[in-house]
């Protein structure tokens, strides 16, 4: 598997501003994936991200809301838009090795609370 | 959406006790995947499966994979206080592009 690190691990926002979370690789991946865990929930796919091209998101997330950046093969960086209270979750990062049978690995999360 | 049913939500046990989860979905997946989340930080993998029927063990986890491919079970034996925390199932269709679906979560209090 490979190493993510997110950052920040966490912070405290206040409403009507943004907050960009990054993730770096210590190795080449295809794909990212960024996931939102509200409190006490499962997580939630927000958006695969590809390197060069636009991410693709689930629905019920918007690319105002959430825009995205994949500039390379081993880094990302998701926004969190114009934050309200809603938006008090943990985001986190994932990515896997390209190929079949290969697991997802994890950064450590970014727990987000806006007041 | 595809969707994993996860279950029990959560558990109280004592130590020593031996821990059995499971998930099933509507849906066949070709990996299924147990992680473990502790608070403040992100899942790490504690089993992987990619065969139906196949059945894998890690220390004091064993985890199977179901034969239909719609479901998969995480048994720990003489659980021990570190193993608080929760549990993740997740499935998978297809290759390192898809991403996992993950059941909600299974919430395991140990009491010493």
């Known amino acids: 598997s490979a190493v993510i690190s997110q950052k920040p691990s966490r912070d405290i926002c206040q409403r009507g501003t943004s907050l960009t979370i990054q993730c770096q690789v210590d190795?080449?991946?295809?794909?990212m994936f960024w996931y939102r865990q509200q409190p006490g929930q499962s997580l939630t796919l927000i958006a695969t991200?590809?390197?060069?091209?636009?991410?693709?998101?689930e629905s019920g997330f918007v690319i105002d809301k959430f825009p995205i950046s994949r500039p390379n093969l081993t880094f990302s960086t998701l926004t969190v838009s114009n934050m309200s209270p809603e938006d008090s979750s943990i985001y986190l990062c994932?990515?896997?090795?390209?190929?079949?049978?290969?697991?997802?690995?994890f950064g450590q999360g970014t727990r987000l609370t806006v007041v | 959406g595809q969707q994993l049913n996860q279950s029990p939500q959560s558990m109280f046990i004592q130590e020593g006790e031996d821990v059995s989860m499971n998930c099933t979905s509507s849906?066949?997946?070709?990996?299924w995947l147990w992680y473990k989340q502790d608070p403040g930080e992100g899942p790490v993998l504690l089993i992987a499966?990619?065969?139906?029927?196949e059945l894998t063990s890690n220390g004091r986890l064993t985890a199977q994979f179901g034969i239909t491919r719609k479901d998969s079970f995480l048994n720990i034996s003489a659980s021990i206080p570190s193993d608080v925390g929760i549990y993740f199932c997740?499935?998978?269709?297809?290759?390192?592009?898809?991403?996992?679906?993950f059941g909600k979560g299974t919430r395991l209090s140990v009491i010493a």
């Open positions: 991200a590809n390197q060069g091209s636009e991410a693709t998101y």
């Open positions: 499966l990619y065969k139906a029927g």
């Open positions: 849906s066949i997946f070709n990996t």
């Open positions: 190795s080449q991946v295809t794909m």
């Open positions: 997740a499935g998978q269709l297809g290759s390192g592009n898809t991403p996992l679906v």
């Open positions: 994932s990515s896997r090795i390209a190929g079949w049978n290969t697991e997802a690995f």
